[in-house]
């Protein structure tokens, strides 16, 4: 592997002596050549893009901040976990930065392995999906199904910067060089936080859209089969979660905190309708800022969804 940093330091916590007790910390694996296929942590340690956006910088902590909040969490799963370690960007180059990260996904879905990438900044996805793109070039024209949970589209126009703000409009980009179909859905999103010219762009490219006050207990089971329908029509999807998408008073470690967002227990049940879909490829979590955050609130409550994706 080709990361910028590896330890295992960070995996300590409670040990219980009843038998059948473990937690994360207990089991989670340095991540090594030939092991067998399972869930791999693999951190992105930049906010560079953040600073682009003129955001709260901080999210560099974000992988750090999240391996400590899942290390003593209960461990229930079957299969393996490993812990790859950090692709960082310490000198501002976030394309660079991006392009590492893309080849080291690229490296775990050809040896059979679930990504899950610990951000950093929402510039993470250009890299993680950049990594699928280059694990699925050999197809003709691969379906890569987008699922962005976030109160933001991230569709900001790349032509004035690269940033935390555009990587959904730079996957559009690329999907049409290639000749690729660009299937985007965006659940959570305020319109008080996104212009009409970013709602205006969102349906040019058909973005599914789903905003904040609509996602509800009475609506949650039609969403359900609108992400049924959309996976359905997909080869392979990209799961993207932006912890922003929660209410502030479950995430205030963020960037750019939300007043309203959707609560963890209506944004649960989709992921695990998700799971279901059984066409999962590639895991991010993005915005986790541990300088903003209180109480470890917005890193336990990433923890848990990492945990629920991971069962
Ligand atoms: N990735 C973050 N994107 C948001 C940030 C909004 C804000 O800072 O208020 C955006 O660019 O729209
Ligand atoms: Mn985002
Ligand atoms: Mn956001």
């Given at each position: 592997m080709l990361a910028d940093r590896h330890s295992m330091e960070?995996?300590?916590?409670?040990?219980?002596?009843?038998?059948?007790?473990?937690?994360?910390?207990?089991?989670?694996?340095?991540l090594a050549e030939g092991g067998a296929s399972g869930l791999?942590?693999?951190?992105?340690?930049?906010?560079?893009?953040?600073?682009?956006?003129?955001?709260?910088?901080?999210?560099?902590?974000?992988?750090?901040?999240?391996?400590?909040?899942?290390?003593?969490?209960?461990?229930?799963?079957?299969?393996?976990?490993?812990?790859?370690?950090?692709?960082?960007?310490?000198?501002?180059?976030?394309?660079?930065?991006?392009?590492?990260?893309?080849?080291?996904?690229?490296?775990?879905?050809?040896?059979?392995?679930?990504?899950?990438?610990?951000?950093?900044?929402?510039?993470?996805?250009?890299?993680?999906?950049?990594?699928?793109?280059?694990?699925?070039?050999?197809?003709?024209?691969?379906?890569?199904?987008?699922?962005?949970?976030?109160?933001?589209?991230?569709?900001?126009?790349?032509?004035?910067?690269?940033?935390?703000?555009?990587?959904?409009?730079?996957?559009?980009?690329?999907?049409?060089?290639?000749?690729?179909?660009?299937?985007?859905?965006?659940?959570?999103?305020?319109?008080?936080?996104?212009?009409?010219?970013?709602?205006?762009?969102?349906?040019?490219?058909?973005?599914?859209v789903r905003e904040d006050h609509e996602i509800r207990e009475?609506?949650?089971?039609?969403?359900?089969?609108?992400?049924?329908?959309?996976?359905?029509?997909?080869?392979?999807?990209?799961?993207?979660?932006?912890?922003?998408?929660?209410?502030?008073?479950?995430?205030?470690?963020?960037?750019?905190?939300?007043?309203?967002?959707?609560?963890?227990?209506?944004?649960?049940?989709?992921?695990?309708?998700?799971?279901?879909?059984?066409?999962?490829?590639?895991?991010?979590?993005?915005?986790?800022?541990?300088?903003?955050?209180?109480?470890?609130?917005?890193?336990?409550?990433?923890?848990?969804?990492?945990?629920?994706?991971?069962?």
């Amino acid at each position: 592997m080709l990361a910028d940093r590896h330890s295992m330091e960070v995996w300590g916590g409670r040990i219980d002596p009843e038998a059948d007790s473990a937690r994360w910390h207990q089991r989670i694996q340095a991540l090594a050549e030939g092991g067998a296929s399972g869930l791999v942590l693999l951190g992105f340690a930049c906010d560079e893009g953040v600073r682009r956006n003129q955001g709260r910088v901080g999210a560099a902590g974000g992988p750090l901040a999240l391996r400590k909040a899942l290390a003593n969490l209960a461990w229930h799963r079957l299969a393996p976990a490993y812990d790859a370690g950090d692709v960082c960007c310490e000198d501002g180059d976030l394309e660079a930065a991006q392009a590492r990260l893309a080849h080291n996904v690229c490296a775990l879905l050809d040896a059979g392995h679930l990504p899950l990438v610990l951000g950093g900044g929402h510039e993470v996805a250009f890299g993680s999906w950049s990594g699928l793109a280059e694990h699925l070039g050999g197809q003709a024209q691969p379906r890569i199904g987008i699922v962005n949970f976030d109160a933001h589209f991230d569709l900001r126009d790349p032509a004035h910067v690269h940033s935390s703000g555009t990587p959904f409009a730079q996957i559009a980009e690329q999907s049409a060089a290639r000749g690729w179909p660009f299937r985007y859905a965006c659940l959570g999103v305020s319109r008080a936080s996104n212009t009409r010219a970013l709602f205006t762009r969102a349906a040019e490219l058909n973005v599914l859209v789903r905003e904040d006050h609509e996602i509800r207990e009475s609506t949650l089971d039609a969403i359900g089969t609108e992400l049924d329908a959309f996976a359905a029509d997909c080869d392979a999807l990209y799961l993207t979660i932006d912890i922003d998408v929660l209410p502030a008073c479950e995430a205030p470690g963020v960037s750019a905190p939300a007043a309203r967002g959707v609560r963890l227990e209506l944004l649960e049940p989709l992921l695990e309708r998700l799971k279901a879909s059984g066409k999962l490829r590639l895991v991010d979590f993005a915005e986790l800022n541990p300088e903003y955050d209180i109480d470890n609130r917005t890193a336990k409550a990433a923890a848990r969804l990492i945990h629920l994706l991971s069962l």
